[in-house]
T-cell receptor, first 113, second 115 residues
Framework: QKEVEQNSGPLSVPEGAIASLNCTYS??????FFWYRQYSGKSPELIMF??SNGDKEDGRFTAQLNKASQYVSLLIRDSQPSDSATYLC?????????????WGLGTSLAVNP | EAQVTQNPRYLITVTGKKLTVTCSQN?????MSWYRQDPGLGLRQIYY???????DKGDVPEGYKVSRKEKRNFPLILESPSPNQTSLYFC??????????????FGAGSRLTVL
């Protein structure tokens, strides 16, 4: 059973701090890793994805991937109240000719002014 | 504006009354998919389509049907809805198949209640 696990939270950080969100996955053959943000009552939206070990930065967001340890993390620098949302980790694996996604249940982040 | 449009956004229906949730995208995406999202269970894929006339089951296809007669449209059909199909439904699309198929653009969601 392929699984993606996230701490459900809530993770509470003060405004301006760094928020660190973590995700572990079970399938060593997983190739691609995605972070989506979902505001309450809204649809998920892609923040960033990462394929290779190491860090990938996009503005205030940094994704970190460690395939040996099977974890991927998302760092949010200078957190803002508008970052308060649920963050979904998704991991891609091969299923026949298709790549499918396994979704974590999400980590709820609250950024306090 | 590039988007995925779902309708209806909210629907309350009764057991056994057939309904269709429409999904349309204006981005010329090949790949389209339906998900349901339930508390404690997360996002689960119902059906997906790699291209016109090509559809396949996801993880929870029971009780649902889909069709892909046109590239832009991917309706979800509940032939005989039951209360366990009460959920939040998302349609999503992607430009690329294969390795890029997971960079999804989601619709706004359709909240369905079956009494």
């Amino acid at each position: 059973q392929k699984e993606v696990e996230q701490n459900s939270g809530p993770l509470s950080v003060p405004e301006g701090a760094i928020a660190s969100l973590n995700c572990t996955y079970s399938d060593r053959g997983s190739q691609s890793f995605f972070w989506y943000r979902q505001y309450s009552g809204k649809s998920p939206e892609l923040i960033m994805f990462i394929y290779s070990n190491g860090d990938k930065e996009d503005g205030r967001f940094t994704a970190q991937l460690n395939k040996a340890s099977q974890y991927v993390s998302l760092l949010i620098r200078d957190s803002q109240p508008s970052d308060s949302a649920t963050y979904l980790c998704a991991v891609s694996y091969y299923a026949g000719n298709n790549r499918k996604l396994i979704w974590g249940l999400g980590t709820s982040l609250a950024v306090n002014p | 504006e590039a988007q995925v449009t779902q309708n209806p956004r909210y629907l309350i229906t009764v057991t056994g009354k057939k309904l269709t949730v429409t999904c349309s995208q204006n981005m010329n995406h090949e790949y389209m998919s339906w998900y349901r999202q339930d508390p404690g269970l997360g996002l689960r894929q119902i059906y997906y389509s790699m291209n016109v006339e090509v559809t396949d089951k996801g993880d929870v296809p029971e009780g649902y049907k889909v069709s892909r007669k046109e590239k832009r449209n991917f309706p979800l059909i509940l032939e005989s809805p039951s209360p366990n199909q009460t959920s939040l439904y998302f349609c999503a699309s992607s430009l690329f198949r294969g390795s890029g198929a997971n960079v999804l653009t989601f619709g706004a969601g359709s909240r369905l209640t079956v009494l």
